[in-house]
Nanobody, 126 residues
Framework: VQLQASGGGLVQPGGSLRLSCAASGFNLNNYAIYWFRQVPGQEREEISCMTGGGGVTWYTDSVKGRFTISSGTAENTVYLQMNSLKPEDTAVYYC????????????????????WGQGTQVTVSS
């Protein structure tokens, strides 16, 4: 069972990146998928979520209108399309799968997500 995040890199402000989250060993359609990001020294931030099957999506205010979470072309893969990137989007991005197939803007204290990807670095800089 594995989640593999990829697609990070260096991009100029205003540019775009598409992150991928590929699952093996389980079916993403049965899981809520989250994207988190973390800057060293800061708390982890939940930025987007999609329920299994794509029925519900959620975004934190700072990325709303710029980022889009979706499932798509590759089997058992979820994407995060990031447009109009800003320097403050610089972080390590993680995809997470949870069998509680509901998007939670704030998880209950002590909540443990089922699977974490390894993280992919996104750097927005000129």
């Amino acid at each position: 069972v594995q989640l593999q995040a990829s697609g990070g890199g260096l991009v100029q402000p205003g540019g775009s990146l598409r992150l991928s989250c590929a699952a093996s060993g389980f079916n993403l359609n049965n899981y809520a998928i989250y994207w988190f990001r973390q800057v060293p020294g800061q708390e982890r931030e939940e930025i987007s979520c999609m329920t299994g099957g794509g029925g519900v999506t959620w975004y934190t205010d700072s990325v709303k209108g710029r980022f889009t979470i979706s499932s798509g072309t590759a089997e058992n893969t979820v994407y995060l399309q990031m447009n109009s990137l800003k320097p403050e989007d610089t972080a390590v991005y993680y995809c997470v799968a949870d069998r509680y197939n509901r998007c939670m803007a704030v998880a209950p204290e002590g909540w443990t997500y089922d699977y974490w990807g390894q993280g992919t670095q996104v750097t927005v800089s000129s």
